[in-house]
C-alpha cells in the first residue's frame, strides 16, 4: 500500500518520543518520529534538563524518580557523554516543611551525597546559607542536542499528526505513512486519541540563558533551578505557571514579567552580577492527576464499558480483562521530571512491545480508566 511499513511510528519528538525512537534503533527497528514542528519542540526544548532524583520523603513517585535517576544518569553517560555535564547539585529548603524533609531525606537515602562545600555555601544569599542543603552528584544533559541525538537513526516527519486508523493489521498515518506499532508522546500539547479517562495538566515553563559575571560551580535548586556556569553563561528555569496555556489562553504570555520573576527567584539563593539575558525558552509540561507517568498501552473506554462480565466496582481491578487499541501505546505526564524518567520508561516500553514484559500496575494508562469507570 505505501512505499515503507515502518516497525514502529512514534508522534510528537520531545525527550519521550526521542528516548523510544532510540531504544527501538538501536534494536534495528525502522522507526518514524512526527513532530508539528520540529525535535524538541515542546516541553523537552525549553527544559533546564537537570537529571537529578527527587528530595521527598516517601511515594511512588520519590521511588521511581530514584530508580530513574540511577538508570539515566549511568545511561546519558553510557550513550551521549559529550552531551551529559556533571555537576554537584545544591537542593536548598525553600521552607520549614522542605527542611524538615531534606533532614529526613538525608538520613534516609541510600544515594551518596556529598559532603557540601563550604566554598560553594559562601556563595549563596545568607537566606540560603541559613537552610537545611543536600548535595549530590548530579548532572545536566544539553535538552535539544539530546533528542535531536537520540533521534538521529530514525526517519524524522515534519508534520502534525490528526488521523490514526488502524487497517488490516497496520496503523495508518496521515493516509502516507505505515506502520506497526503507534507511540504517543505529545506531551501537554494535543490529543490524538480523545479517550475520556487521559487527562493530563500542562503547566508552562520559562528557562532563560543568561551571561553573568557571578562564577556558579554547582546546580542549584530552591525557588528555580539555577545551572552551574560555562564560560559566563547559566540557565535559570522553572515550570510553576498553572494560568497560561498556549492553546487557551486569551492573551498572550509576558516573556517580560516572566523573565523579572525567573531573576528576582534566583536572586534569592544566589546573588548574580552583570546580568544580560541571552534567549528565553518556553513551553509546558505535562503531569498527570496522581503525579506518575502513563507508559503503556490505551484502553477503549466505550468497548471495555460494554462487557458486561467486568466488575467496575471492584477494589481489585483486572486490567487483563479490558479492550485495548491495537499495538497502540502511549508515554506522557513525566511532569517535572522528563529527562530522568525518559530512557527508564522508554526501555519499559520498548521490553513491553518487543517482549511482551509487564510493565507495573502504578504507572499503566488503565489505571486511569479504572478510577473513571468506577465513578460512572
Ligand atoms: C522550563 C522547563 C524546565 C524543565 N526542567 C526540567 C529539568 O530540569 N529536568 C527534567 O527532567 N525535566 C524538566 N522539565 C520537564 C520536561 O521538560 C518534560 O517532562 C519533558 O519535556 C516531557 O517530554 P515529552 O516528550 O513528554 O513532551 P514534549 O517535550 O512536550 O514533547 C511533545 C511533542 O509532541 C509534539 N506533538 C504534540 N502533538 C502532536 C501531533 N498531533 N503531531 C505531531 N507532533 C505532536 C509537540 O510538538 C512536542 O514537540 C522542564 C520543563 C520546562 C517547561
Known sequence: MFNTLYDIAIIGAGINGCSVAYEFTQEGKKVILFD???????????????????????????????EAFV??????????????????????????????TLKL??????????????????RLTPQAQSKEIVSINAAIVNAEYMCQAMAKSAKFVKQEVKNLRYDDGVWVIEESYSAKEVVLATGAYEKIIKEPYINLRG???????????????????????????????????????VHYHPQTSQESYDIKSGREELLQKASLTLE???????????GLRSGSFDYLPLVGSLVISKETLKNQTINFKTKK???DSYTYYPNLSMINGSGGYGFVLAPYLAKILKNHILKGSTIDKK???ARFFYRYAKKL
Open 105 to 122: 531525606y538525608k538520613e534516609k537515602t541510600s544515594l551518596d551525597l556529598l559532603a557540601p562545600d563550604n566554598e560553594d555555601i559562601k
Open 317 to 319: 481491578p483486572d486490567y
Open 363 to 365: 504507572i499503566v494508562p
Open 203 to 241: 503547566v508552562w515553563g520559562h528557562r532563560i540563558d543568561i551571561q553573568t559575571s557571578t562564577l556558579n560551580k554547582n546546580s542549584i535548586h530552591q525557588f528555580v533551578s539555577i545551572s552551574s556556569s560555562d564560560n559566563g553563561r547559566l540557565a535559570i528555569g522553572a515550570t510553576h505557571n
Open 71 to 100: 538508570y539515566s544518569m549511568d545511561y546519558y553517560e553510557k550513550h551521549f557523554p559529550n552531551l551529559l555535564k556533571k555537576s554537584p547539585l545544591l537542593h536548598v529548603a525553600k521552607d520549614e516543611t522542605d527542611e524538615k
Open 272 to 282: 548574580l552580577k552583570d546580568v544580560k539575558i541571552l534567549k528565553d525558552y518556553t
Open 36 to 66: 508539528i514542528e520540529k525535535i524538541a519542540n515542546g516541553g523537552s526544548g525549553a527544559a533546564g534538563a537537570f537529571i537529578s532524583p527527587k528530595f521527598s520523603k516517601a511515594g511512588e513517585l520519590k521511588e521511581l524518580l530514584h
